[in-house]
């Protein structure tokens, strides 16, 4: 029975980390028609149509767009991109709070209230007719997914203690993550040519529900008495001095910067250099979702094979990124393009499926079995490319040029992947305090400390 809970809560978590993924992929096809009807556009997207979408009569729209819109340097590309980098602002200064709060009262009830402001969000976005509200919407999305994804990966670690199973249940999850990611485009562009700018958003928002009810059910918030018998968990601030985790959260940052950087400046780049036509532009991030369940696949093997290797995969996936960003600049056409992206993806799913088990494991044998705070750490250094994506990387290409970015990217990668090799003796690490030592940080007192002191060194 417990089994089939944790089973079941997999799925929940897995549905919410899906829904939170299309919800802010899912606008990509829709937002520029979105703002050029508000500002009188007549539902075309004009200048700022993505993927080169045509400014003419007919308001032609690709159903699979370049995930992010190109910049032109108009005032609408710049409200796009700030729309789009709001929900990673927001998130990143949240993560702290939350993580802090999901180890004080538990998991289940944070990502419940997650799932609800996500449905909120969704709902907001049906039916927004100005910036401002769009805005809101976005920025409200970020707030629900510093809970529900930092509590639903924190479940999942809790809940799968014991290797492999741990790996491969992160590894599910990351996998509804790039489904998520790479199926919403399509699927928005789909539904809005078809049903109208609401229906995407209405579908979305009832899933939410349903995840909502039926996490309700499985695990009702202070309803077992499990938080009566959690451990207070270590201060997110002592988290982040921990040199061991420290390296897995810059290795998560930087193997996230090409993708984040990329993807607002890919489709300009196209086009100008190798003419790339519209549905070349919106299928070119479209394979790279096998590669990346490959990647997953892969590494939940291999760690279950050799789990003293998990830096090594880390390593061997950074370097992949960094490779595959250089060769980025000398394709020249569109069948070119698709290979380094796969590479890339391919990299990240190393990366994140290698380290992500890494951290529980880290909080083990280091500190308190708590995770909201370290997958909180997480979340923030996916947070930190994330935003800066919209926003810097067009600045960049303009100023240093688009070869450039990718080369300085990948060399980051690839001088990163070394540093890994200070998580090379992890995996021998054993709890060397008991829960009291740490939380108190001085020596055992009285004769059932010292009893209980003497069974841990035994």
């Not at 997999?10 to 939170?20: P, Q």
């Not at 093997?301 to 290797?309: G, S, V």
């Amino acid at each position: 029975e417990a089994r089939r809970q944790r089973r079941l809560l997999l799925m929940v978590v897995c549905v919410a980390l899906l829904l939170d993924n299309m919800l802010y992929m899912v606008i990509v096809p829709i937002i520029p028609d979105y703002i050029a009807a508000m500002r009188g556009g007549g539902g075309t997207a004009g200048p700022s149509a993505p993927a080169g979408g045509n400014g003419s009569g007919g308001g032609n729209r690709s159903l699979l767009p370049a995930r992010y819109p190109p910049a032109t340097g108009t005032n609408e590309d710049v409200q796009i991109g700030v729309l789009f980098a709001s929900k990673a602002m927001l998130q990143l200064l949240v993560n702290p709070l939350s993580g802090t709060l999901i180890d004080r009262v538990g998991y289940e009830a944070p990502l419940l209230a997650g799932l609800a402001v996500l449905f909120l969000s969704t709902a907001t976005f049906a039916f927004a007719e100005n910036y401002a509200t769009l805005f809101a919407a976005r920025s409200l999305q970020g707030l629900g997914s510093a809970f529900a994804d930092t509590a639903g990966i924190a479940l999942i670690a809790d809940r799968y203690a014991e290797e492999p199973a741990r790996s491969r249940a992160l590894g599910t999850a990351l996998a509804c993550i790039s489904f998520g990611s790479l199926a919403a485009p399509p699927f928005g562009g789909v539904l809005y040519e078809f049903a109208g700018k609401r229906v995407p958003f209405l579908v979305l928002a009832c899933v939410c529900l349903l995840d909502g009810l039926m996490l309700l059910v499985l695990a009702p918030p202070g309803g077992t008495g499990a938080r009566a018998n959690m451990p207070v968990g270590t201060p997110i601030h002592r988290l982040m001095i921990d040199p061991y985790i420290a390296v897995v959260a810059g290795a998560l940052a930087t193997c996230n910067i090409p993708l984040a950087f990329l993807e607002p400046t890919i489709a300009n780049w196209m086009k100008d250099s190798m003419g790339a036509s519209e549905w070349e532009v919106g299928l070119t991030w479209l394979p790279a979702f096998f590669p990346h369940v490959l990647g997953v696949y892969v590494t939940v093997q291999l760690a279950a094979a050799y789990p003293h290797l998990q830096w090594f995969y880390g390593a061997l996936g950074m370097a992949i990124i960094g490779a595959s960003s250089c060769l980025v600049p000398a394709c020249r056409n569109f069948g070119q393009v698709i290979i380094p992206l796969c590479g890339i993806c391919f990299g990240i799913a190393l990366v994140d499926t290698a380290l992500l088990p890494t951290l529980a494991f880290l909080v083990d044998v280091r500190h308190v079995s708590v995770y909201g705070s370290v997958y909180a750490i997480a979340d923030i250094s996916y947070c930190v490319a994330y935003a800066l994506g919209p926003i810097v990387a067009g600045q960049i290409v303009h100023t240093m040029g688009f070869a450039q970015l990718n080369l300085g990217m990948g060399l980051a990668n690839v001088l990163y992947a070394p540093v890994l090799l200070l998580l090379k003796n992890v995996c021998q690490m054993k709890p060397s305090h008991s829960e009291r030592n740490i939380l108190l940080e001085e020596g055992p007192k009285g004769l059932y400390d010292t009893i209980k002191m003497e069974e841990r060194k035994g």
